[in-house]
C-alpha cells in the first residue's frame, strides 16, 4: 500500500497525481467468508480492520448497502468525548479515547481528531452539582475533567450571553480538556483503506434480504448480489437495525428516531472546542472549514426519513441564540439529518445473542460516533473470541431484564424526549 | 411540521400534540402472575418499523386526549388516526 | 466618480435617487433599484473576493441567487453581517461592504501563494499529511489551517434587529413569480381560489423583465406589471416580493423568509428585519424556474466572466454593462438574446457557438446586426489575472474533444451559456424522486409524493407558449379541485423567439500541453482535476466525490456546478448521468439568517417566566430567585450582606424555632374526580389509597413502569370522589399527562377525571412550632387543634372572606400546614400571613432553607428522586405495598434491584463538624487510592443542618444501611477535597417524627 506523507503528496505532484493507488478496491463478494460484517459504517469498518488487526481475521466481507460512510458516521456533529458517569460507559469510551489520539498514524490517515475540549455549561446550582458528581465519577476513573465557575467559563468563551437579560444564566460547567472532534468522513475512509489492504472486501451497493438460520446457527447471508456462506456476522446497523431484527424475527429494546444537525456558513474563528448548552438542546462546535456546526434534538417521533422537521431545528437554534446571541446574524447553510438507534437506556449494546454466530452491535444513540474506534475493536474481539471483552460487559443485551441499566440521563424508555 | 387531524379537534399542527410511541403495545393485566420475558417485552421491547406503524399521540395543547395514529415512518403519511379504543386497519 | 458602465436608458433603476455606498473603504455611487453587485460592476469593479482555497481573484459570475462568488462582510446600521450575497442585498445608503477571505487586501492577498502551489493542494492532500510529528496537527498545522479557511468574520456582538414569525394557509402557494407562477397564480385566483404568490426578488415577474417577448400583445414586462396589479387588489390573494419560500416540509408545510427591512433606509419602529412564514399549502405550484449553467474552461473563474443571462440581467435591468468588448460563448441560442442586448447598446459582441453552423430566428437576427458568430467555437481559457483581458480560443475538432486552430481574442468579458438548469429544489425536498431528462441534460420533478406541482422551467418546459398553457390549465383546474368554481380563464395569445436544440457540449478540452485549472465548483475550488483524482483513488459514488473534494458543499450548495459534476463523473465512470445519480437536495434553498428561523424567543424570552401571585412581594422583600423550570422562585431573601448560607440558615433556623412561610404554588396540582378515583390512585401510587378517609391526605410515590420512582407528592381526599393531588414542580406537566395516559389508554374503564389545577391555587406553607397559632388567628372560627386537625388532616375554611384550603401536610418536618387560595387571592393570603406572623416572629423562608429543613429530615427530592432510583434506594420501601398491584411493581423484581448490596441512602457527617461536603462528591475507602479508585456512591444533597450545627448530607452508597458507623472519605478531586465522613441514617433531626404530629 502507498503511504501518505508529505514526500509521497509532492511525488505525486510532479506525476499530476495521475499515479496514486486506489484507497480501497470493489471487490465482487466471494462465495465464503470467516466473518460478515453488515454495514459499511464507522463501526463496520473498525470492526474488521480490528479483527484483521488484533485477531488475524482477514478473510472477511462488510456489505454495504449504499456507500460506505454514508450513514451516521458522515452525518453526525464529530464529537468525540469521554465524559460518563457510569463506569462502563467511561471505561468504555476513555479507552477508545487513547485510539483516538493515535489514529491518524496508526491509519496512515489524517483524520484530523483535535482535543479542543468540551464544555458541558450549566444554569443552576442543582445542575452543577449533577455535573460535580459526573465530573468528581470521571476523575476518579482516571478521565480529565474540570468544574469551571462561571468567570473562568467566560474565559474561554467571551462571546456567550453573560448579559443581565438573559433567561437562564451560565452557572459555570463541565468541562473535559481532552476531548475534541475529528473529521468524520475521514475516519470511514481511513479504516476502509487500512482494512481493504489486510484483505477485507469492502462491497458496496450490495443489500442484505434475508439471513441463512438453521438450528439456532448463522450460515450465511442472502444479498441483492448473491448469497453468501458464513458462520459469523457482525451486524453494525444503527439506524437499520430494526429493520434487520425484522428479518431475524428478533424485537429489540431500540427504537428508531431522527437527529437534525445543521451548519451555518462558514466564517474565520470564532469558537475553538464544543460547547453545549445546559438550559435546552443545543451543542455546537466549529469545523476546520469554519463552518459552525450544531445539533441538538430529535425530530420526536419514530422515523426513517433522514429528512427532518424546521420546528425541530428552530428549537434549537433558538437555545443557540439563547447561549450564542451572535448566531442570530449567521446564515444557516444546510440541514441534514441522521437515524438513530435510541435504546432504552441511552446505552448501547454490543453483545452475542441467542442465535449462535450473530453478534450485534447497536444502540448507538446519538452518541455513535465517538465510539467508533472502542466499539470497532470491542466487537472484533466479542466476534473473534466468541465472549464479551470486560470493556463490553456492561453493553449486554440482557441488562434490561437484569435491572443493570445504564441511564446516563435518567429519562428510562421515552426515548423521544431525551 | 406534520398536520395531525386530531380524532376529537379536527386538523392541527403537530406544535399541538405529543408523541406517545409504539401505539400496540398492550400493557398486562394488573394482578397477574407474568413471566420475566412478557413484562420487558411490555416495558423495553419495542416494534420499530419502517413504514406504517400505529402510534400514540396526545392532543397536549388541546383536548389533552391520547388517540392513535398510523403513520408511515419513512414519508410521515397518516393513513389514519382514530379514538382510543377505535380499530385501526 | 462617475459609474463608467452605467445605460443612460436602458434599466429598471431610479436614476432619481442617488445613494453612495463604500466597497473596501472607496466610496461609490448607484441608484435606488441596485443590488451591491450591480453598483459595483456600474463603477467597472469586479474583483470583489478571493477563493477558499487557493486565493484566486474573483468577481461576479450571476445577478441572483446563483452567485458563487461575490460574498461579502457588509457593515450597516451599527451591525457586522459576513458571507452576504452581492448579487443580491439591496442597495441602501451607507452600507460599507468589504472583500473577505484576502490579507492585506482583495488586490494584494498573501494567500494567493497558495494558487502558485496548487499542484501540491489537490483534492483531499490535507487528509495525507500534517501527521508528523504527532502533536503538530493539534498544535501547529489545525490553527493555520483554521485561521486560512472561513469566509467572512462573524461579530461577536449581540444581534438587535427584531425578527418575526408569520403562520398563514392558503389554498394555493405559488412559488416565483415569472411566467409560470404568474399565469398560475391568475388563473387560480380568478377561480376563487386563496393564493399566495412568492417571488425572492424585490421586483415581480423573472424572465419577463429581460426578456424580449410579447403577452396578449404587450411587452412580457408590462403584461407582469398588469397581472401583478390585478393580483394585489385581490382580497384572495398575497403577493409578497423579497420572499423566498426555502423549505418544503412534511404535509405540504412551507417555509418562505421574508425580507422585510434592511433595503429600507429609515426602518420604522417595530418593522422587523426579516420575517419567517409557515405557511400550510392545500396545493403548492413550483414555478421556480431555471438557472443558466456554465461550460467548464480553462480559467473559468477569472473576474469578468459571467453567465449570459446575467449579463443581460444587469442590462435589461440594472441599465449596466458588464463589459464593452464582450465575449459570448454558449452551446444554445439564449446566449444570442444577450449579444442583440449589447448590440442595442452599440456595443459590438463576437459570439462562440460550440454548435455547428446553423440557422435560427436569433441566429439570423445577430447575423442580421452584423454580429461576429464562430460556430464550432470553444474557449480554450480566458487570459489576465484579476480582469478578464483576452481569450485564447480555438475551433472544436469534430468530436469535439480537442482543437484544430488557436487564437487569441481580445474581450473584457466572457459571458457564458451551457443551457438551463431547472430549479428543482423544493420538488425534490417534497420528496420527488427527480427523473434526468436527456433532452434538457438535467433533472427534473417526476411523481408528486405530496400536493406538489412543478410548471414552467422548473420542470423543463422552456418555451413562453407552453408556460403560459401550463399555468393557466393548471391554475384553474387545481383550484377548481378546491373551490369547486368553474370560471376559466383562457390562456392569451404569446409571441418568443422559436430556439434551436442545444449542444451537450459542457466543458472544453484542454489544449495539448497546458493544464489550465478548470473548475466547475468556483467557491469551493473543485477543478476538473480534482474530481478525476478522487475517481482515481476509488472515491467513486457522488457523495464520496462530493465529500472527498467538497464539490457543491459552498454556500452556494452548488447550484452552478452540480450538473457539471455530475457530468464529469459520468464520461470518467464511463456512465450516463442518471447512472451517477444525485447528491441530496436539502433545506435552505439559500443560506437563511439564523435570527428569522428563531424569531422573537431571545433574551428574557426565550422560555417563558411562570411567577406566582405573590411574585411582587417577593421582589419587594429582596428575595434572591431560582429558576425551577419556567418557574421564578426564592431561593431566600437577603438581609443586608448575608451570603446564600447565612440567609438559608438564618431562615431554616427560624422554622424550626419559630414559624416560617413559604411560597409553595409551583407545586403541581391535579383535580382528580370520579367514583374510581380511589381505585385509580391505588394503581398509580405505590402504597394503599382505599381507606383514605375523605379530609384527609396522604403520602405517595409513583413509579415508572421500568420501577424507578417517577413523582412524589401528598393527595388529598377532599370529598367522597375528589382528590387533590399535588406533585413535584419539576415533573408536574408529566404528572398529567402519565394520569390521562393510563386513564384513556390502559385503564379507559375507570371512571375518573383529571385536571390540571396548578394555576388556579396560590399556595404558601406555614411550618414551624408556632404555625399553629398564626392559623388559629388567621382562621378565628376554625378549630386547628390538633385533636381537630391532626397531621395530615384537612379542613376548609375562610381566611377574612377568602376560601381556603388547609392541609396539615409537611416537607420541613416541623408542626407545618399548606394553605391555599384561588390565584387572585394569594397576594393577600401572604400579607395578611406576614402581618398575623409578626407577633410569632415569622419570616419567609426560600427554597435553599426548605432544601436544608429537608435534607436534615432525610426528606428526600430530586437530586435522590434522579430517574435512576427505586423506592428501597431511598428508604420508601415502606410505602411499597406486597398486597396489591400498581404502576411499575413487576419491575422491581429485577435482580439489580434486589441486590444485596444495593445502593441506599445514609446520612453523612464530616468526622471534624466543620467541613461541608460538596453536593457530587463520591464516596471511598482510601482516599489516595490508585485511580480507577472505586467508588461506593455519591452525596446527593448537603446542607448545614441548623438543629446540629454542622455539615450534614445524604448520599446514595452501596450496600446503604450496612455501611453506618463506618468512616468513609466523601472526595471531589473537582474541588480538590476530601473529607472523612461517618455514615449515619438519614434522618438526622427527629426520628420518630414527632413534630409534624405535636
Redesign the interface.
Known amino acids: 500500500m502507498q503511504k501518505y506523507s508529505i514526500f509521497s503528496l509532492i511525488k505525486n505532484a510532479f506525476s499530476n497525481h495521475e499515479k496514486w493507488d486506489l484507497a480501497w478496491k470493489d471487490p465482487t463478494p466471494k462465495k465464503e467468508y470467516d466473518v460478515v460484517i453488515i454495514g459499511g459504517g464507522g463501526h463496520g469498518l473498525a470492526t474488521a480492520y480490528y479483527l484483521a488487526k488484533e485477531h488475524k481475521i482477514t478473510n472477511v466481507a462488510i456489505i454495504e448497502k449504499g456507500w460506505i460512510g454514508g450513514g451516521n458516521i458522515g452525518r453526525n456533529t464529530t464529537i468525540i468525548r469521554s465524559n460518563f458517569m457510569y463506569d462502563d460507559n467511561a471505561k468504555f469510551n476513555e479507552f477508545g479515547m487513547n485510539l483516538w489520539r493515535n489514529m491518524s498514524q496508526e491509519l496512515n490517515f489524517n483524520v484530523m481528531f483535535s482535543p479542543r475540549g468540551i464544555i458541558n455549561l450549566a444554569h443552576s446550582d442543582a445542575q452543577m452539582n449533577a455535573y460535580a458528581r459526573r465530573g468528581n465519577s470521571m476523575r476518579l476513573n482516571g478521565i480529565d475533567a474540570v468544574l469551571l465557575n462561571r468567570e473562568e467559563v467566560k474565559k474561554i468563551i467571551p462571546m456567550a450571553d453573560f448579559s443581565e437579560d438573559v433567561r437562564y444564566p451560565i452557572f459555570g460547567g463541565l468541562a473535559q480538556p481532552s476531548a475534541g472532534t475529528a473529521r468524520h468522513d475521514a475516519v470511514a475512509w481511513g479504516y476502509a483503506r487500512q482494512a481493504d489492504s489486510m484483505g477485507v472486501d469492502i462491497i458496496q451497493n450490495c443489500e442484505v434480504t434475508g439471513f441463512d438460520v438453521s438450528a439456532g446457527k448463522i450460515q450465511g447471508i442472502r444479498t441483492s448480489r448473491g448469497d453468501i456462506k458464513t458462520k459469523k456476522i457482525g451486524l453494525c446497523v444503527a439506524g437499520s437495525t430494526n429493520v434487520l431484527a425484522e428479518k431475524l424475527n428478533m424485537t429489540l429494546p431500540i427504537e428508531t428516531h431522527l437527529l437534525q444537525a445543521c451548519v451555518s456558513e462558514p466564517v474565520k474563528p470564532i469558537l475553538d472546542g464544543v460547547v453545549t448548552f445546559g438550559a435546552g438542546h443545543f451543542y455546537i462546535s466549529q469545523s476546520d472549514k469554519g463552518e459552525m456546526v450544531m445539533g441538538g434534538d430529535l425530530d420526536g417521533y419514530n422515523s426513517y426519513a433522514q429528512k427532518g422537521n424546521l420546528p425541530t431545528i428552530q428549537h434549537v437554534l433558538t437555545g443557540g441564540i439563547a447561549l450564542f446571541p451572535f448566531l442570530s446574524r449567521l446564515k444557516m447553510l444546510r440541514t441534514w439529518g441522521g437515524i438513530m438507534d435510541m435504546s432504552m437506556d441511552g446505552s448501547p449494546i454490543i453483545d452475542k445473542t441467542h442465535i449462535e454466530g450473530l453478534y450485534l452491535n447497536c444502540g448507538w444513540c446519538y452518541g455513535g460516533f465517538k465510539s467508533v474506534p472502542s466499539s470497532g475493536w470491542t466487537f472484533a474481539h466479542t466476534i473473534a473470541q466468541d465472549k464479551v471483552h470486560e470493556l463490553n460487559e456492561g453493553f449486554s443485551l440482557n441488562r434490561f431484564s437484569r435491572g443493570y441499566l445504564l441511564d446516563e440521563k435518567g429519562l428510562g424508555t421515552k426515548t423521544w424526549i431525551s | 411540521?406534520?398536520?395531525i387531524k386530531c380524532p376529537y379537534c379536527g386538523y392541527r399542527?403537530?406544535?399541538e400534540f405529543?408523541?406517545?410511541?409504539?401505539g400496540t403495545i398492550k400493557?398486562?393485566e394488573?394482578?397477574q402472575n407474568?413471566s420475566?420475558?412478557k413484562?420487558?417485552?411490555?416495558?423495553?421491547?419495542?416494534?420499530?418499523?419502517?413504514g406504517k406503524?400505529i402510534?400514540?399521540w396526545?392532543h397536549?395543547a388541546g383536548c389533552?386526549?391520547?388517540f392513535q395514529v398510523q403513520?408511515n415512518?419513512?414519508?410521515?403519511e397518516?393513513f389514519q388516526t382514530a379514538k382510543?379504543?377505535e380499530d385501526i386497519k | 466618480m462617475s459609474q463608467s458602465h452605467r445605460l443612460n436608458n436602458e434599466g429598471l433603476v431610479n436614476r432619481d435617487n442617488k445613494i453612495s455606498f463604500k466597497f473596501n473603504g472607496k466610496k461609490y455611487f448607484g441608484y435606488e433599484g441596485d443590488t451591491l453587485a450591480s453598483a459595483l460592476l456600474a463603477n467597472g469593479v469586479h474583483l470583489v473576493g478571493r477563493s477558499f482555497k487557493y486565493h484566486r481573484p474573483r468577481g461576479f459570475f450571476g445577478a441572483g441567487v446563483d452567485e458563487p462568488n461575490a460574498k461579502l462582510q457588509i457593515k450597516l446600521n451599527g451591525h457586522s453581517e459576513p458571507n452576504v450575497n452581492a448579487t443580491e442585498i439591496e442597495l441602501v445608503d451607507g452600507i460599507e461592504a468589504s472583500s473577505q477571505n484576502c490579507w492585506p487586501s482583495v488586490q494584494f492577498d498573501i494567500g494567493a501563494i497558495n494558487n502558485f502551489l496548487n499542484k501540491f493542494f489537490p483534492a483531499g492532500f490535507y487528509y495525507k499529511t500534517f501527521m508528523w510529528p504527532k502533536s503538530f496537527w493539534y498544535k501547529i498545522y489545525e490553527p493555520f489551517i483554521r485561521k486560512a479557511a472561513g469566509l467572512g468574520v462573524a461579530s461577536a456582538k449581540k444581534d438587535k434587529e427584531r425578527y418575526e414569525h408569520k403562520y398563514e394557509y392558503c389554498d394555493l402557494l405559488v412559488t416565483g413569480s415569472g411566467p409560470a407562477g404568474l399565469s398560475t397564480a391568475y388563473a387560480a385566483a380568478k377561480n376563487g381560489a386563496k393564493v399566495i404568490l412568492a417571488e425572492d426578488k424585490p421586483r415581480f415577474g423573472g424572465s419577463l423583465l429581460t426578456d424580449n417577448v410579447t403577452i396578449d400583445n404587450l411587452s412580457g414586462k408590462a403584461w407582469s406589471y398588469k397581472i401583478i396589479s390585478e393580483l394585489k387588489e385581490m382580497p384572495n390573494v398575497i403577493v409578497k416580493n423579497r420572499s423566498q419560500v426555502f423549505g418544503y416540509y412534511d404535509h405540504n408545510m412551507m417555509v418562505m423568509f421574508e425580507r422585510t427591512g434592511d433595503h429600507l433606509k429609515d426602518k420604522p419602529k417595530y418593522t422587523p428585519r426579516q420575517r419567517l412564514w409557515y405557511i400550510r399549502a392545500k396545493e403548492v405550484l413550483l414555478s421556480t424556474g431555471s438557472i443558466e449553467r456554465p461550460i467548464v474552461f480553462g480559467n473559468n473563474d477569472t473576474p469578468g466572466i459571467f453567465l449570459s443571462a446575467a449579463a443581460k440581467e444587469y442590462i435589461k435591468v440594472y441599465g449596466v454593462l458588464v463589459g464593452k468588448k464582450p465575449l459570448i460563448f454558449t452551446n444554445n441560442d439564449s446566449a444570442y438574446e444577450t449579444a442583440l442586448e449589447f448590440k442595442n447598446q452599440g456595443i459590438q459582441p463576437v459570439i462562440l457557438d460550440t454548435r455547428e453552423e446553423q440557422s435560427s430566428e436569433l441566429i439570423d437576427e445577430a447575423k442580421n446586426q452584423n454580429i461576429e458568430i464562430k460556430f464550432s467555437h470553444a474557449v480554450m481559457a480566458a487570459n489576465g489575472y484579476k480582469k478578464v483581458k483576452s481569450a485564447l480560443i480555438g475551433k472544436l475538432n469534430k468530436d469535439k474533444s480537442g482543437f484544430e486552430t488557436s487564437e487569441t481574442i481580445e474581450c473584457d468579458c466572457i459571458c457564458v451559456s451551457g443551457f438551463w438548469t431547472p430549479t428543482v429544489h423544493l420538488a425534490s425536498q417534497s420528496g420527488n424522486r427527480l427523473e434526468f431528462n436527456d433532452q434538457i441534460d438535467a433533472f427534473v420533478p417526476n411523481i408528486s409524493k405530496q400536493n406538489e406541482k412543478s410548471i414552467g422551467a422548473s420542470k423543463g418546459t422552456f418555451t413562453l407558449k407552453e408556460t403560459l398553457e401550463e399555468g393557466f390549465k393548471i391554475g384553474f383546474e387545481v383550484s377548481k379541485n378546491i373551490t369547486k368554481n368553474d370560471n376559466f380563464v383562457s390562456t392569451p395569445n404569446s409571441n418568443e423567439p422559436k430556439k434551436n436544440i442545444h449542444d451537450k457540449f459542457w466543458c472544453s478540452p484542454l489544449p495539448e500541453g497546458k493544464d489550465y485549472k478548470r473548475f466547475v465548483d468556483f467557491q469551493n475550488d473543485v477543478a476538473v482535476s480534482d474530481i478525476e483524482i478522487a475517481l482515481r483513488e476509488g472515491y467513486r459514488s457522488i457523495e464520496h466525490v462530493k465529500r472527498y473534494t467538497t464539490l457543491g458543499m459552498a454556500t452556494d450548495q452548488g447550484r452552478t456546478s452540480n450538473l457539471n459534476g455530475l457530468q464529469l463523473v459520468a464520461n470518467v465512470e464511463k456512465k450516463i448521468v442518471p447512472q451517477v445519480g444525485h447528491t441530496t437536495f436539502r433545506p435552505p434553498f439559500t443560506p437563511i439568517t439564523i435570527g428569522t428561523i428563531v424569531g422573537r424567543e431571545v433574551d428574557m424570552e426565550y422560555m417563558p417566566t411562570r411567577k406566582t401571585p405573590m411574585h411582587t412581594w417577593h421582589e419587594k422583600n429582596n428575595a434572591v430567585f431560582v429558576d425551577a423550570g419556567a418557574w421564578k422562585r426564592p431561593r431566600y431573601y437577603k438581609q443586608g450582606n448575608e451570603t446564600l448560607l447565612e440567609a438559608a440558615k438564618r431562615e431554616a433556623k427560624n422554622v424550626r424555632e419559630h414559624v416560617g412561610i413559604c411560597d409553595v404554588t409551583t407545586l403541581g396540582k391535579i383535580d382528580i374526580k370520579g367514583p374510581d378515583a380511589a381505585e385509580f390512585l391505588n394503581r398509580v401510587y405505590t402504597n394503599a389509597w382505599l381507606k383514605l378517609p375523605v379530609g384527609k391526605a396522604r403520602y405517595g410515590v409513583m413509579l415508572r413502569e421500568d420501577g424507578i420512582v417517577m413523582d412524589d407528592g401528598t393527595t388529598t381526599r377532599i370529598s367522597e370522589n375528589h382528590y387533590h393531588m399535588t406533585t413535584t414542580t419539576a415533573q408536574a406537566a408529566n404528572v398529567l399527562s402519565h394520569l390521562e395516559y393510563y386513564l384513556q389508554v390502559v385503564w379507559p374503564d375507570l371512571k375518573v377525571n383529571v385536571l390540571s389545577t396548578t394555576e388556579q391555587w396560590a399556595g404558601a406553607a406555614l411550618a414551624g412550632p408556632k404555625s399553629r397559632s398564626v392559623l388559629a388567628k388567621l382562621f378565628p372560627n376554625l378549630d386547628v387543634s390538633n385533636e381537630s386537625l391532626p397531621f395530615m388532616g384537612y379542613v376548609e375554611g375562610d381566611l377574612f372572606g377568602v376560601n381556603a384550603r388547609i392541609f396539615r401536610i409537611s416537607f420541613s418536618g416541623e408542626l407545618a400546614y399548606e394553605i391555599n387560595v384561588e390565584s387572585d387571592c394569594g397576594l393577600f393570603m401572604w400579607k395578611k400571613m406576614m402581618d398575623i406572623g409578626k407577633d410569632f416572629n415569622i419570616q419567609p423562608y426560600g427554597t435553599e432553607a426548605l432544601s436544608t429543613l429537608r435534607i436534615e429530615m432525610g426528606h428526600v427530592a430530586g437530586p435522590e428522586l434522579d430517574g435512576r432510583t427505586i423506592p428501597s434506594d431511598v428508604s420508601l420501601e415502606g410505602l411499597v405495598s406486597k398486597k396489591k398491584d400498581f404502576i411499575g411493581k413487576r419491575s422491581l423484581q429485577k435482580e439489580a434491584f434486589n441486590k444485596s448490596d444495593r445502593q441506599k441512602i445514609v446520612g453523612l457527617v464530616p468526622t471534624d463538624k466543620k467541613s461541608s461536603i460538596p453536593e457530587g462528591s463520591h464516596l471511598v475507602v482510601n482516599k489516595n487510592a490508585k485511580l480507577p479508585n472505586p467508588k461506593l456512591g455519591h452525596v446527593s444533597s448537603s446542607c448545614w443542618s441548623v438543629e446540629n450545627n454542622n455539615p450534614f448530607s445524604l448520599a446514595i452508597i452501596k450496600d446503604g444501611k450496612n455501611m453506618i458507623g463506618k468512616k468513609l472519605f466523601a472526595v471531589s478531586p473537582l474541588k480538590n477535597t476530601a473529607i472523612e465522613v461517618e455514615v449515619i441514617s438519614s434522618h438526622y433531626v427527629d426520628h420518630e417524627g414527632k413534630r409534624v404530629r405535636s
Do not use: C
Not at chain 2, 405529543?18 to 409504539?22: F, I, L, P, R, S
Not at chain 2, 413484562?39 to 419502517?50: A, H, T
Open positions: 411540521m406534520l398536520y399542527s403537530q406544535k405529543a408523541y406517545g410511541g409504539d400493557r398486562p394488573l394482578n407474568i420475566d420475558e413484562w420487558d417485552e411490555f416495558v423495553y421491547f419495542r416494534k420499530s418499523p419502517r406503524h402510534e400514540l396526545h397536549i389533552r386526549q391520547w403513520r415512518t419513512v414519508t410521515h397518516i382510543m379504543g
